[in-house]
């Protein structure tokens, strides 16, 4: 049995005019400061932004998620981020997501934005027999500030469908 879980996911890239400023403005000065300010300074940038749901983050996100991200900020170099989200741009999968056979779980946080909201959406009407489920609370981050509910909820949904395999004499999580 293969299931297929997507999180904060789209099947072609879109920024709504609302997320405008927020994308192509907001997002590259926060890149910047958590990659080239020391973290003295970083970090209570991040804990405001936090503070106000912006950018990525949520009111959830501790320090540890808070450096979490800064690290992964600080370290990925900028020739691979930049091709990746110039990959995602690209990115559409529209046409194949109705020839999709497995269970499939679709995941993103309750405040996130307008175009991961409607992707989500998206995405569970095209995928046949697909289901959402929305983490209480958090944005883009929610599988780190709200670990608990995605290990819970993962848990739930997928027990039976391995219980199902290992019924057919196919191994579980175990093997």
């Not at 946080?109 to 991961?116: I, L, Y």
Request: glycine letters at 6%.
């Amino acid at each position: 049995m293969k299931a297929l879980v997507l999180s904060s996911s789209f099947s072609r890239f879109r920024t709504p005019r609302v997320d405008f400023v927020a994308r192509y403005l907001e997002q590259p000065l926060v890149l910047a400061g958590q990659r080239y300010l020391p973290r003295a300074l970083a970090l209570p940038l991040a804990r405001r932004l936090a503070a106000r749901e912006a950018w990525v983050y949520d009111r959830c996100c501790d320090d540890r998620v808070l450096d979490f991200v800064r690290f992964c900020i600080r370290t990925v170099p900028v020739t691979l981020a930049t091709r990746t989200v110039a990959l995602a741009m690209r990115h559409d999968a529209g046409d194949r997501l109705g020839t999709l056979a497995c269970p499939t779980l679709i995941l993103n946080g309750e405040r996130e934005t307008a175009f991961v909201r409607d992707a989500a959406l998206e995405l569970e009407r095209a995928i046949p027999g697909a289901e959402r489920r929305v983490s209480p609370g958090v944005r883009h981050l929610h599988p780190l500030s709200g670990a608990g509910w995605l290990t819970a909820t993962l848990i739930e949904w997928l027990t039976p469908r391995l219980d199902a395999s290992e019924a057919n004499g196919r191994p579980g999580l175990g093997a």
